[in-house]
């Protein structure tokens, strides 16, 4: 008798920002599918899709937050250094046992098949503190066990217990899944690695048809604690040195005031364009124009804009971290370096706008890549089947009255 339950359609609630493109990518997909989705959003947040319920659950004083920016990007771009993002971090957890009372309560009301919470702080804190029963899956974002996870100690706690209460695990990269494990993640558990948003769009996001003959460097990644902006600005006059008809191009910067603060000390106006948030489709476009996709981050897992960059052509360079080597082979498919020596960077910036042989290499790998392992369609099948697995487990568990074979996918 086989140990799994094929299960056609599923009863979903997703603990998610309901505001973040990010996780709308992924729920939409089930929503298509024709699965029953519920949503339970920290955020008050709307979808272009339906969803058969919504609650809208606080935490962290996310009911202080009012709105979001019209871009792909983090949830947290609004924050970044602001008195509100330091609040959310020192004291955010101490809102978590209160606020999870409520969460209960919609998981009892849904009775889902399977509770998928999208990234640990806070959404997987909160379905954690909640747990009823029914399976949880926690997916890791970006920089959770790297960055907010060791920021204190209640920071670390709720870490801590989050991993030991999930039932299974996605990360966008493999060090997630063995950083997990040090955090009371059970190495038998189910786990996933594929992309934080699901997967890459091949519809959308495409190279251009004939080459970049511009020397055009963009950095998508907006203004982030985590992210050396600043050392990017600072290389850019080096790299004006010795190719004067480099353009930059940054993504969810126009208007800001630091941004337009390095560019006046460094003199770069008439080199840097500051783009406004952009949605998917046209950011496509902006990444089309680039020959160079810069992701100056010190914490990072998989980011979705490099990916993006990368399936538009444009040739990776990145701060050299280990959930990066997972997918840049230096010299290959793309560059390493220290991002925070602007020396450094710069030189790394210069030997991709001078190689053309070099990036269309790389262009070709990362096509052959991106489509063999992020890929939203191909990706998304797979999350499918690990949803069944992860219910059909707990079915067996419930039946035997014992752990079912641990399985990975």
Known sequence: MSNFWYIDLMRLLFVADGRSPIAQNWIRYFVERGDEVY???????????????????PVAFSGMIKTYPSSYNSPYHGLRLSPLRIIRNLLGPLTISRASQRLREFIKRVNPDLVHAMRISYEGMLAADAYTGVPLLVSVWGNDFTLHAPANWLMRHYTSWTMQVADALHADCQRDIRLGKQWGFEADRPKLVIPGNGGIRAEI??????GIQEPVVINPRGLRTY????????????????RRDAKFICASMEGEPQAMQWIERLNLSSAVELMPPLPYAKMAEVFRRAQVVVSPSIHDGTPNSLL????CGCFPVAGDLDSLREWIRPGENGLLTDVTDPQKLAEAILHALDNKDLREQAAGLNQKMIFERAEYTRCMAQVAGFYQTIIGREKNNQ???KLATPLEY
């Open 399 to 401: 039946i035997s009255g």
């Open 227 to 242: 992210v050396r902006n600043d050392i990017f600005f600072q290389a850019i006059p080096l790299v004006l040195a010795k």
């Open 39 to 57: 949503l339970a959003s920290p955020f008050v947040c709307s979808t272009d899709f339906p969803i058969t319920g919504l609650e809208i659950t």
């Open 205 to 210: 996001f495409y190279p251009p048809e004939k």
């Open 308 to 311: 993006e960059g990368m399936a």
